[in-house]
């Protein structure tokens, strides 16, 4: 199989405007998440795809490899399935921009989903970490998953899920690390199709392929990380990073 990965890159945020540009440890964000990716040795080929000048620029003109988008686009699948759709590949793995410290055993966990799967039963993969503070259970910015008892994915959302009717229960919570390990043809379908109500309410991209039907498989991880999200995140980054 030929394996690359592909970091979407957006100089605009919501929450902390050209935070990727922002300095970690005397890189950029963009730059170090690069960096650690290349790193890996797990990938044919890394890219980041990116719809802006100053992140391009700051990848190639520090010896990285970088893809302008064409289009505007609404979230990274979408950016990505546009760069990969004339390129030879089997699968792609989406890192995160804003996740500078990747790990190499979590990617390598999601690529090995694809090894063993013979019969092509898996459209694409994704990483969960088990959760237990309150607070970050009830964060909507935190986005939990369910599973079934194979680990594939029911159901993404922003609220908290299972709701806890029975508090004498014992159920684990998940959150869903934003890391993703496609079949170039699912990529490409989601592409392709256009977004429904599930995807639309909660702003939320994995659930397009849930609404059309296909599976996603989760893998655990122990692994964090810090996803710089606020001026704080990197603060802590930066600290982390020392």
Not at 190 to 205: D, I
Request: with cysteine; glycine share 4%.
């Amino acid at each position: 199989m030929k394996i690359i990965s592909m970091i979407p890159a957006r100089y605009s945020a919501t929450r902390f405007p050209g935070k990727l540009m922002q300095d970690l440890g005397g890189k950029t964000v963009i730059r170090r998440t690069y960096e650690a990716t290349v790193a890996t040795n797990l990938f044919d080929d890394v890219f980041v795809v990116t719809d802006s000048d100053i992140i391009y620029k700051e990848i190639v003109n520090n010896g990285g490899k970088a893809i302008m988008s064409i289009k505007e686009h609404d979230c990274g699948s979408d950016r990505i399935a546009e760069a990969v759709e004339d390129l030879d590949i089997d699968i792609v793995i989406n890192v995160q921009g804003d996740e500078p410290f990747t790990d190499a055993e979590s990617l390598k966990k999601l690529i090995e989903v694809f090894k063993d799967d013979y019969d092509n039963t898996i459209d694409l993969a994704s990483l969960m970490v088990h959760i237990t503070d309150d607070e970050e259970i009830k964060n909507p910015n935190t986005v939990k998953v369910i599973v079934d008892n194979t680990n594939f994915a029911l159901y993404f959302s922003r609220s908290v899920i299972p709701f806890p009717r029975d508090k004498t229960v014992d159920v684990k919570y998940y959150k869903h690390k934003g890391v993703y390990a496609f079949r170039k043809a699912a990529l490409l379908d989601f592409y392709r199709l256009p977004m429904l109500a599930l995807e639309a309410s909660e702003k939320l991209e994995q659930l397009r392929y849930l609404e059309y039907g296909k599976r996603i498989k989760m893998v655990e991880t122990d692994v964090q990380g810090i996803e710089i999200d606020t001026p704080e995140d990197l603060e802590r980054a930066n600290k982390l990073w020392k």
